[in-house]
């Protein structure tokens, strides 16, 4: 895989469509497919480009992540404990007390209503969070 020179001052946007092309097989067209499918859902949601290389898409907090290794793309979500999950996509991560993953393996495919549902309710457990917090006395 070949790698993105510099990535300073360059839309994320720009550089998820990099890693999209650069993987040229499977990895690529999933990770375009979910992406696709989050932006369906939250056309509000923001791409970032953080730690060194991992396209990230955020509304009022992390959403989720999408890496991409050699046999599997990963999205983990940021806060898939606390989210349902009532179709059992999170497959990975499971023991962790906030971070929920699912891994897709080549040929695999994801529900995709299924998996927006998850977006939406990342979404709103990240919205609704503000406002649940008690105001601090001026």
């Known amino acids: 895989m070949k790698r993105i020179d510099s990535t ?3 839309p994320a946007s720009e550089l998820i ?4 092309a650069e993987l040229g097989d499977w990895r690529g067209e999933t990770l375009s497919r979910m992406r696709k499918l989050i932006k369906e859902v939250d056309p509000d949601v923001v791409e970032e480009w953080k730690w060194m290389g991992t396209p ?10 999408g890496e991409s290794y050699k046999s599997i793309v990963k999205l983990t979500f940021s806060k898939g404990a606390s989210l349902p999950d009532p179709a059992k996509l999170f497959n990975s991560s499971l023991d962790g007390k906030v971070r929920r993953a699912i891994d897709i393996h080549e040929g695999e495919e994801v529900d995709p209503d299924a998996f927006k549902a998850l977006i939406l309710a990342a979404v709103a457990l990240n919205t609704s969070a503000g406002k649940t917090r008690p105001s601090r006395a001026k």
């Open 8 to 10: 300073e001052g360059r």
């Open 17 to 20: 469509d990099e890693r999209i």
């Open 56 to 65: 990230v898409w955020s509304h009022d907090g992390i959403v989720c992540t």
